[in-house]
């Protein structure tokens, strides 16, 4: 397999050290020893900090995107299997450390919402879009299993990233996946119940 280009390999490192150090921490020659290239190969690509951090909101967007577009959940054969094979698909990825499962946009959106909005604001935006992208499954349950409810499918969207990224900040606290995963199952709980009331 080809190793990658030098900008990605600096665009991943920063992924990396960002979910471990958060943003503030993250310096440019930490970057630099993690992707193995040298501060002249930084400057070839990037002019700051904050100009790597723009270019790695649009790495992480990619990752993403193609990731979960791909994820196992969406071949489920209704729409609150797909939602429950959602919440055990992010069960099932929380693996190895603590940086390659938590979410590097919900550490700088936690901690650089105000300092940097123009990096965590369309990070923000990356949570609430994956988000939505649950919620033509939870409008079909809801039509499905008759429920009436005083929330909106948008809503409870939000609620389930709500779930995951508290889930990430007691794997932080706690020093382990355990602690996400039994919120993942709670959450699969309250999916089941609302929509099949048992």
Not at 62 to 84: I, K, N, Q, V
């Amino acid at each position: 397999m080809a190793k990658p280009d030098s900008k990605t390999r600096l665009l991943d490192a920063t992924l990396k050290l960002v979910r471990a150090k958060g943003y503030a921490a993250t310096r440019v020659e930490d970057v630099c020893a993690e992707a193995g290239l040298t501060k002249g190969s930084f400057f070839h690509h990037f002019k700051s900090k904050d100009d790597l951090a723009q270019a790695a909101v649009a790495h992480w967007e990619a990752h993403t995107t193609g990731f979960f577009a791909e994820a196992p959940y969406h071949a489920g054969a209704g729409p609150l299997e797909r939602l429950l094979g959602y919440v055990d698909f992010r069960k099932a990825i929380l693996t190895g450390d603590l940086t390659e499962f938590t979410c590097f946009a919900g550490n700088i959106v936690q901690e650089a919402w105000r300092s940097h909005p123009q990096i965590s604001g369309p990070l923000a935006d990356n949570i609430v879009s994956h988000g939505k992208t649950l919620q033509a499954d939870i409008e079909a349950a809801m039509i499905q299993y008759g429920v009436k409810a005083d929330w909106t499918a948008e809503s409870l969207a939000l609620h389930i990233q709500a779930v995951v990224q508290g889930g990430f900040i007691m794997a932080k606290a706690t020093g382990g996946a355990a602690a996400a995963a039994q919120s993942l199952d709670h959450l699969r709980r309250y999916l089941e119940l609302t929509f099949k009331g048992e």
